[in-house]
């Protein structure tokens, strides 16, 4: 199946700092990325959903100009946390779809601890 | 409005046979996904139908009935390692996932 890769795969940060996670697809093009936040045991919960060459959709409630996202190749999308803070502490995972697949693949995700 | 419901916690023997239930109601349907998720790690794919009917892959098999919005995960020859979330997730007419808050699966040697 099609891989998709997460970098870094966990972070500890101080708050205040930016933090930046990357995810690539690495055997396909992916025109659209998906980008979860996870919290202990609960779902996923869709941030943003990105497409090649275009801005960012944000899911209601999640600060655009806190959670930047830039999708600038078919194989690569980065997520920044912005003046990251305690609260922002979570598992972030990208998702990526092909052109003609139904179907998300997953990265491995991103743990994310802030100081 | 888009819901997604399914068990919370579910428990299980070593050996024995699970079904998981899933129903969804959701703004237009492209498919029904099952996902896997051990604690700490991303979701791995289980399996799709956009079609009513079983779905069979080794010892996980998906039904899938869209006239009554449900479906469910069958799981045979429980093993350790099956112990996880399982997450069901609807794909809406934007082709977007809708997901279920997960299934947590126990079991019990």
């Known amino acids: 199946g099609a891989v998709v890769s997460q970098h870094p795969s966990w972070v500890i940060c101080k708050s205040g700092t930016s933090v930046k996670i990357e995810c690539r697809s690495l055997d396909f093009q992916a025109t659209t990325m998906f980008w979860y936040r996870q919290f202990p045991k609960q779902s996923l919960m869709l941030m943003a959903t990105?497409?090649?060459?275009?801005?960012?959709?944000?899911e209601q409630g999640v600060e655009k100009d806190k959670f930047l996202i830039n999708h600038a190749s078919l194989t690569l999308s980065t997520l920044t946390v912005t003046s990251a803070h305690p609260e922002d502490s979570s598992f972030y995972i990208c998702s990526a779809r092909g052109r003609a697949d139904n179907e998300q693949f997953f990265g491995p995700g991103t743990r994310l601890t802030v100081l | 409005g888009q819901n997604i419901d399914q068990p919370t916690e579910m428990t299980a023997t070593e050996g024995a046979i699970v079904q998981i239930n899933c129903t969804y109601q959701?703004?237009?349907?492209?498919?029904l996904f099952w996902y896997q998720q051990h604690a700490g790690e991303a979701p791995t794919f289980l399996s799709y139908n956009v079609l009513d009917g079983l779905e069979e892959k080794g010892r996980f098999s998906s039904f899938l009935s869209r006239s009554k919005g449900y479906s469910y995960l069958l799981l045979k020859e429980l093993q350790m390692k099956d112990s996880a979330s399982y997450l069901c997730a609807s794909l809406d007419s934007n082709y977007q996932l809708i997901w279920g808050a997960g299934t947590k699966l126990i079991i019990k040697p």
């Open positions: 959701t703004s237009g349907f492209n498919g």
């Open positions: 990105s497409n090649e060459g275009s801005k960012a959709t944000y």
